[in-house]
Nanobody
Framework: VQLQAFGGGLVQAGGSLRISCGASGRYFSSYAAGWFRQAPGKVREFVAAINSKGTTVYEDSVKGRFTIFRDNAKNTLYLQMNSLKSEDTAVYYC??????WGKGTQLTVSS
């Protein structure tokens, strides 16, 4: 399984961005999938996850602002991020089952 995250960029505070993660392989729909992020000088932290049935869970600081969803037909995981804050600046990583990891995509939020 290979994962590739993309869609990061530079956004102004208060803005929105959607990042995506494409997965190879046949078993994407069977795995829980999620997003983690790592800011400079900090440890990687959980952001959001979605299981195979579509149940979602979020880290407290992103609740109400971020939405995780998946398109199993396209083997793609998404993270819609609204009302972005400077503290959301980080490299965002996607994962399947916390077993497979993609290379990150950088989000920078300017204040």
């Amino acid at each position: 399984v290979q994962l590739q995250a993309f869609g990061g960029g530079l956004v102004q505070a208060g803005g929105s961005l959607r990042i995506s993660c494409g997965a190879s392989g046949r078993y994407f729909s069977s795995y829980a999938a999620g997003w983690f992020r790592q800011a400079p000088g900090k440890v990687r932290e959980f952001v959001a996850a979605i299981n195979s049935k579509g149940t979602t869970v979020y880290e407290d600081s992103v609740k109400g602002r971020f939405t995780i969803f998946r398109d199993n037909a396209k083997n793609t995981l998404y993270l819609q991020m609204n009302s972005l804050k400077s503290e959301d600046t980080a490299v965002y990583y996607c994962t399947m089952g916390i077993v497979y990891w993609g290379k990150g995509t950088q989000l920078t939020v300017s204040s």
